[in-house]
């Protein structure tokens, strides 16, 4: 047995009695869509609602008296952070969580509540990785423990414990186990002990595509920075994985794959309207990349639905992301001349009967002659597009699609 599962096993007997043994629920939605057995362990109704509470419990609670009383410091994009504060909370540790601003305000306001008046929160940077700059001078300082989020192997051990209960509670080893990846911890926990235990296990990992960090270490066979990082999947948006957690997962078999953004909206959706379960952006990852794996009919397959602190005011974004993702919403430039029943013309000639304006802005004035104006339409049915954009080239109107992800679009939209 390799070292790493030995400290999973470990820390599933230290985390008892603290870390909530959350459900493990079959999905019938998931499973039909798939042919497959789908199941979600529900990290989401974890302390903090997130799986993070087992790593930063399992390495808090095995400091010595001096460390303790020199206290704690964590960076986190808002679960890490949770954990953090629970675990300083019940240990009696005095701890700081440094999180960057793009954190949701739900997040912030549970370190606060999980924390208490043992810990201080302090707020600032865009991304995670200055966050976690900050938490690392701090910690040089003043001598506090820093408590990482996914590089150490306490915090991966404790992480790893998900997969213990997995298998307990299925009673045996699935087929399939998909895991969201961030900065690789929790994937190497718990490939290091299904590993061990049980090798014939296919194990997924699966990251955001504008956050795909473990792939590019992978490729470059190391880790390395992400020139570009998409924010919105904030729970696993690591600008680079970790050095502890890159050869745990390196050699653990793991597949990897990618999820787009408007995917992972869409399966949010799903959860909340169809299975009545609320997941953020990485909570969703799992169960969204289902869709892409080829799977055997019947296979047993579990994912880890990692969290659920989703801020209800991302919604309007969600919604919006998973339309432009399913090809129901789209945007146009549209040059209109400056005289009566242009717009008019527009409506009769261009539109469908099922299609709707849900945007309509002005741009600029060019000229006295024409005005450039921003259209959304939102589509009843993907295939409705096509039709759309013939009647567009048919019009006399100069018409520019706005394609997601181009530089207008992000400029415009």
């Known amino acids: 047995m390799s070292t790493v599962a030995a400290d999973v096993t470990a820390a599933a007997a230290r985390l008892a009695g603290v870390a909530t043994l959350t459900p493990l629920q079959r999905n019938e939605r998931l499973s039909a869509a798939t042919g497959a057995q789908v199941w979600l362990k529900r990290e989401d109704l974890q302390v903090g609602r997130s799986y993070k509470l087992r790593g930063a419990y399992n390495l808090l609670a095995q400091l010595d008296e001096a460390e303790r009383a020199a206290g704690a410091v964590c960076a986190s994009a808002g679960n890490h952070g949770q954990g953090v504060a ?7 540790i005095r701890g700081r969580v440094h999180v960057p601003s793009t954190t949701p305000r739900q997040k912030r306001e549970r370190i606060t509540a999980l924390g208490g008046d043992a810990v201080e929160l302090v707020v600032g940077g865009d991304t995670y990785d ?83 960090s473990m792939a590019a270490a992978l490729a470059a066979g190391g880790p390395v920075p992400l020139a570009e990082l998409e924010t919105f999947v904030d729970g696993a948006a690591v600008r680079r994985v970790g050095d502890v957690s890159f050869p745990l997962v390196r050699d653990c078999g793991a597949e990897l794959t990618s999820v787009a953004e408007g995917r992972v909206c869409t399966e949010m959706l799903d959860l909340y309207q169809v299975d009545g379960i609320i997941a953020e952006p990485a909570g969703a990852l799992a169960a969204a990349a289902l869709e892409g794996l080829d799977l055997a009919p019947d296979a047993t397959v579990v994912c880890l639905l990692s969290g659920g602190n989703n801020d209800v005011s991302r919604y309007a974004e969600v919604v ?52 450039a104006a921003l259209v959304g339409i939102e589509l009843s049915e993907r295939e409705g597009y096509e039709p759309l954009w013939k009647r567009m080239e048919a019009s006399p109107l100069k018409i520019q699609h706005v394609a997601p992800g181009s530089t207008a679009y992000r400029f415009l939209v």
Do not use: M
């Open 320 to 371: 919006e992301k998973s339309l432009v993702h399913r090809g129901l919403k789209h945007y146009f430039l549209v040059e209109f001349p400056q005289e009566p029943g242009a717009l008019r013309r527009f409506l009769d000639e261009v539109l469908g009967p099922d299609d709707d304006i849900v945007l309509f802005e002005y741009i600029k004035r060019d000229n006295r002659e024409t005005g």
């Open 86 to 92: 629970y675990a300083c909370r019940r240990l009696g």
């Open 130 to 212: 200055e966050a976690a700059a900050a938490a690392a001078e701090y910690a040089a300082s003043t001598g506090a423990t820093v408590v990482p989020a996914f590089d150490d192997v306490r915090t991966i051990a404790g992480q790893g414990t998900v997969g213990v209960e997995v298998i307990s509670q299925l009673g045996g080893a699935p087929d399939v186990v998909v895991v969201p990846v961030g900065g690789g911890g929790l994937l190497a926990g718990v490939a290091s002990w299904l590993r061990a235990h049980h090798p014939h296990v296919r194990i997924v990992g699966v990251e955001p595509a504008g956050a795909a």
